[in-house]
């Protein structure tokens, strides 16, 4: 088990750095796709190794919610305004994907001098890491769509941390959790049709969101 | 016995590296849907360049026409030390390890920029300058993968490397391994100048390397070449040895085990020449601004090997 | 038992009946919805205290529920009118309703339930609940104001999220009497965990580091709605700080909340100084008061919550008041900017005074509850710090003070070209009545001690 979470982890670690080399909206909502089905997986795979029923449905919930239906409804959403290319960057790629890596040391280095005395899981600066590149793509790129991705790969992190460290913790938090996460990406959807729909009245931002 | 061994994998180094780039190229060819040269054809370059007049421009100091011959030495010499068709070291293998063979492509490649400079020819200060803003970022990632291989192994040495690897199943599956191996294959594709990062076209825009032999002719750009081969040929069989298919390399000293390895060798550059080809026809070259994002990733790559290393829980 | 779960109930059926497509329908079901929720609240505060299963009621919730009822029933005959205004909403009226009944019952939700992760599943959702209606305005600003809301604050949420999963890890439940009770935690892990779910609830309640989305959204959100975000949501939020403050007691963790309050004090001071728009001005005073309820609640000293507990409730009419009159103002004026509006005593009389008195009732002036409030926290402070610290928030306040009150006195007592009054509507009315509140709430004071105490009147 330790294995599969330290190959996932990490494999969201370089999802992440792929996010960042991306230029375009679709590569990068088609990687946190893959990203949301890797966590859904192996949450679906530790609930059935550990016979625990709510885990397996929070892993089928992430895989219908994050896997399927946001990706899909971001996609079909890019192709109606035609808008694949992502286009401004707050820092540019280079600077990005090296603050990401240095994130995660970051985040190994804070793990190691003061949480791991206390969890001793030993992969535990993982999920850490991660939440702060989400966090660091939420910042770094200028676009809504990158900025709710950004948004719920910390989220998938969390889920990913509770899962692994934490997998007690009681099905009616959880539930709720997710259910309002659901709730929150259904209305950022809006709102982000809103800002487009307000910005594209001026022909010249056609391609821009303001941050 | 050594020196014989040592003998016979000068020879195999030398005699193959302009067939690997043969077969290299009629891929290529053969993907796009064209016939294609023989895969003969670098054979018949070099001899035809062997035996044309050299010229040298007016301006050039001596060190333009002795660098080609002190690279291609230096190259043999590489060849003496790496472990290409054994798994044990050879007469020479005791002289450098890892960082060491680092240090002398560095010296080369030092030694070709200074050379290109020296012909004064624009275009060749173009690439040196080009080679040198990418070779700066990339050396680190170069340097980064043998010390995690240091991390692995508690030594520089190429031959004990691959001799852990191949006796090591947890070591050869591990995630710091996979890491290295993803992150010295996109070093790689930097260093032979394959396609998201140089295409060898005969305009300026994409040409690093073959910017730098610009001034050649005749037997210098021969040996030029010959040396370019011989470095793609050396790289390659790292890759193959140290990193990523370690294995069925003869660990014990037997001429016949190594003659019939040296044949298997020639398979898996074979294997992966066809990877590198597909890559080459597959995808379209990177803006060369963009060049330095992808040696941004790969470093990351370099660097998460060591992470990875200590996140599960590693100690030295 | 059952009246606790009533007020919920009341509000289910009225965001029900909001569903239907009828303006009227939803505004009278809203506004009954929110007296009979008003009546319910104040029957709460007759019972007994509660610890059920999934219910925690203590003197304090049961004064957040007042509060929230209260403030509830104002926005409600405040929207009435001030609706009519909005050139094009967002939403149709119904669901303007239906978000806002929503937006009330996540925030009621909060504050009465046992476990850690549910408030934390409160809180998150009066986020969703209330992100649309910030944007009503349908302009751009509104939408942007909309966004960066939704992204800083989910971000501060995540945070408190792996906060309270290390609490959880610390203590293996999220119940707060019982990690109170705790013996035996991972009191490293527990602490950390503390401080992240601090550092995440004080985001939403415009604490000061990520105290940056609430300018924007107090800014541009219609009166209202800045008017419950600030006089409830903020509060709402604080007292989910409270309940990990009063549930882990560690001196150091109590410090640092004690800075961020402090902090979050300083910068709005500054920030108050060269604000040149109305709205965000009494947004920045929104955080002073905020960082000031913190330092009160983090305290741990009797006089300094109940002075925390007076200056919050003090605070949501004041600063209620204020947005309402705020609505008004920019209604006739049609300007954000403090120095185009002119002359407001000639021309809106009623408005003109209720928003210089709500100016200086929410910098604590002292004849409102405010006041009070604020000097309690001062003696905590002085108990705790000495009496340097107490001169430096001093200090503060009074810079505080000086810049709303000689900006709002700028915009009431100039002179202008206006001297005809316009015509006096309901909404002029609601903001006095709750700028009343705040002053009579300082006679009040014996009572919320009592209930503080005792929880509830006997």
Redesign the interface.
């Known amino acids: 088990m ?1 294995e599969l979470f ?2 996932v982890g ?1 494999a969201e ?2 999802l992440v ?2 996010m960042q ?1 991306q230029y375009y909206l679709k590569k990068i909502i088609v990687t946190f796709a893959i990203s949301s089905l890797l966590i859904g997986l192996l949450l679906f795979v530790q609930g059935g190794l550990q016979n625990n029923t709510s885990l397996i449905v929070l892993a089928a919930l992430t895989l219908l919610v994050r896997f399927f239906f946001i990706p899909y409804y971001m996609l079909s959403h890019l192709e109606k305004v035609y808008k694949e290319k992502n286009p401004k960057q707050v820092v540019s ?2 600077t990005s ?2 603050v ?2 240095l994130l ?2 970051l985040a ?1 280095v804070i793990y190691r001098l ?2 791991y ?3 001793s899981v ?2 535990g ?2 999920p850490i890491a991660i ?1 702060l590149q989400g ?1 660091f793509l ?1 910042i770094s790129r200028n676009n ?1 769509f990158v ?1 709710l991705i950004g ?1 719920m790969i ?2 998938n992190s ?1 889920f990913f ?2 899962g692994y ?2 997998p ?3 099905f ?2 959880e539930a ?2 997710l ?3 659901l ?2 990406v259904m ?2 959807g ?3 049709k ?2 487009e729909d ?2 594209s009245e001026v022909v010249d931002e056609f391609d821009e969101f ?1 941050g | 016995m050594l020196y014989l061994l040592s003998v016979v994998q000068l020879i195999f180094v030398v005699v193959f590296a302009p067939l690997v780039v043969g077969v290299f190229s009629k891929l290529c060819e053969i993907f796009e849907s064209k016939q294609g040269p023989s895969i003969f054809q670098p054979y018949y370059d070099l001899y035809k360049l062997f035996r044309k007049q050299s010229v040298v421009p007016q301006v050039a100091s001596p060190m333009f026409q002795i660098v080609p011959y002190v690279t291609f030495a230096m190259y043999l010499f590489l060849t003496l030390v790496l472990p290409i068709i054994t798994g044990f070291p050879l007469s020479f293998g005791p002289v450098v390890d890892f960082i060491g063979g680092g240090l002398i492509f560095g010296a080369i490649a030092g030694l070709k920029k200074l050379a290109a400079i020296d012909s004064r020819n624009n275009y060749s200060h173009l690439g040196v300058s080009r080679a040198s803003s990418i070779g700066a970022l990339s050396e680190p990632i170069l340097v980064l993968i043998f010390i995690t291989f240091g991390v692995i192994t508690h030594t520089n040495n190429p031959y004990v490397v691959n001799n852990v690897l191949q006796t090591s199943t947890s070591w050869y599956l591990s995630l710091v391994h996979w890491f290295v191996v993803f992150a010295f294959f996109m070093a790689l594709i930097v260093e032979t100048g394959k396609l998201p990062i140089e295409s060898h076209t005969s305009n300026e825009f994409g040409m690093i390397d073959q910017a730098i032999e610009m001034e050649y002719s005749g037997r210098e750009l021969a040996l030029m070449k010959w040396g370019g081969y011989i470095k793609q040929f050396l790289l390659m069989s790292v890759f193959l040895n140290d990193f990523i298919f370690p294995f069925f390399v003869p660990m014990k000293v037997s001429l016949v085990a190594v003659l019939l390895y040296s044949l298997i060798h020639l398979v898996k550059l074979f294997v992966l020449v066809l990877i590198f080809a597909t890559i080459q026809s597959t995808i379209s070259k990177y803006k060369l601004f963009k060049n330095f994002e992808y040696v941004a990733v790969a470093f990351s790559f370099a660097f998460l090997a060591i992470v990875v290393f200590y996140a599960t829980g590693g100690r030295l | 038992m059952f009246v606790y779960y009533l007020p919920f109930i009341v509000l289910v059926f009225a965001s029900l009946l909001c569903v239907f497509k009828s303006d009227s329908l939803a505004a009278f079901v809203s506004v009954l919805s929110s007296l009979i929720v008003s009546v319910l609240s104040v029957i709460i505060l007759l019972k007994p205290n509660v610890s059920a299963s999934y219910l925690f009621i203590d003197g304090f919730s049961k004064i957040m529920v007042v509060l929230i009822s209260f403030i509830y029933l104002t926005t409600v005959l405040f929207s009435l009118t001030y609706l009519k205004h909005v050139e094009k909403p967002l939403l149709k009226r119904n669901f303007y309703f239906l978000y806002l009944n929503l937006f009330v019952l996540s925030m009621l939700f909060s504050v009465v339930v046992k476990n850690l992760g549910l408030i934390w599943v409160g809180i998150e959702a009066t986020t969703i609940t209330s992100a649309l209606l910030v944007a009503i305005d349908n302009d751009e600003p509104a939408i942007e104001s909309a966004w960066r809301y939704i992204i800083i604050v989910s971000v501060g949420l995540v945070m408190s999220l792996v906060g309270v999963v290390f609490v959880y890890g610390a203590c293996h439940t999220l119940d707060i009497t019982k990690i109170a009770l705790l013996k035996s935690a991972n009191y490293k892990l527990l602490l950390l965990g503390s401080v992240f779910a601090i550092t995440g609830f004080a985001t939403k309640a415009g604490i000061f580091p990520l105290h940056t989305w609430l300018p924007d959204v107090h800014g541009r959100a219609i009166a209202p709605i800045s008017a419950i975000f600030s006089s409830i949501l903020l509060p709402v939020a604080l007292f989910g700080v409270y309940r990990v403050l009063s549930s882990v007691e560690m001196s150091s963790l109590h410090l640092y909340a004690i800075v961020l309050g402090f902090l979050s004090v300083v910068f709005a001071s500054i920030f108050l100084v060269n604000q040149k728009f109305y709205k965000r001005m009494f947004a920045y005073s929104s955080i002073e008061n905020m960082g000031m309820i913190l330092i009160g609640l983090a305290l741990l000293n009797k006089y300094a919550f109940l002075g925390a507990v007076v200056l919050l409730v003090s605070h949501a009419f004041a600063k209620s008041s204020a947005f309402y009159s705020t609505g008004n103002v920019l209604n006739i004026y049609k300007t954000r900017e403090v120095a185009k509006v002119k002359g407001m005593v000639e021309r809106l009389p009623f408005t003109a005074y209720s928003l210089v008195f709500s100016g200086l009732a929410v910098t604590g002036a002292p004849p409102f509850g405010t006041f009070l409030g604020e000097l309690l926290i001062a003696y905590g402070v002085y108990i705790k710090f000495g009496l340097f610290w107490v001169l430096v928030l001093a200090t503060f306040l009074v810079i505080a003070f000086m810049s709303v009150n000689y900006k709002v006195a700028r915009m009431a007592f100039s002179s202008s070209n206006f001297d005809r009054a316009e015509k006096v509507r309901m909404s002029a009315f609601v903001p006095l009545l709750n700028v009343t509140v705040s002053f009579v709430i300082i006679f009040l004071v014996g009572v919320i001690e009592k209930i503080l105490m005792t929880g509830m009147i006997k």
Do not use: H
Request: hydrophobic share 65%; aromatic share 12%; proline share 2%.
């Open positions: 330790k330290v190959l990490f670690i370089v750095i792929f080399w790629t280079g994907i090296v990401s890596l995660v040391i190994y003061t949480l005395r206390y969890i030993e992969a600066s993982i939440i966090i939420v809504a900025q948004y910390m989220e969390l941390m509770a460290m934490f007690d913790l009681p009616i938090v709720g959790i259910l309002d996460l709730g929150l209305i950022s809006v709102v982000m809103l800002r307000s910005v303001r």
